[in-house]
């Protein structure tokens, strides 16, 4: 047991994109919070919730914080969340 627990906090969205976006405004609010990780944040149907799906890219970058941007993401890794803010 390492002492680490997750909270596993179940909302409703229409489909998968809408899921993650609804994710990711989630996890940048939690941020705020202290020991909160954003970057491990998932989505899954809610019949099959061993199939998750990422909502960040989460990549390691050069100064040893991590990507912000949307899993799958088109160029370079930032920690920029879509281009607007730090």
Do not use: I
Request: charged share 30%.
């Amino acid at each position: 047991m390492t002492g680490r627990y997750v909270v596993h906090l179940p909302v409703v969205a229409r489909d998968l994109p809408a899921a993650q976006r609804l994710a990711r405004v989630l996890a940048c609010w939690a941020l705020a919070l202290p020991r909160t990780d954003p970057g491990e944040t998932t989505v899954s149907v809610e019949d099959a919730q061993d199939v998750r799906h990422r909502v960040f890219c989460d990549l390691p970058l050069p100064e040893g914080r991590r990507c912000l941007l949307r899993d799958g993401h088109d160029g370079a890794c930032s920690r920029r969340l879509g281009g607007r803010r730090p």
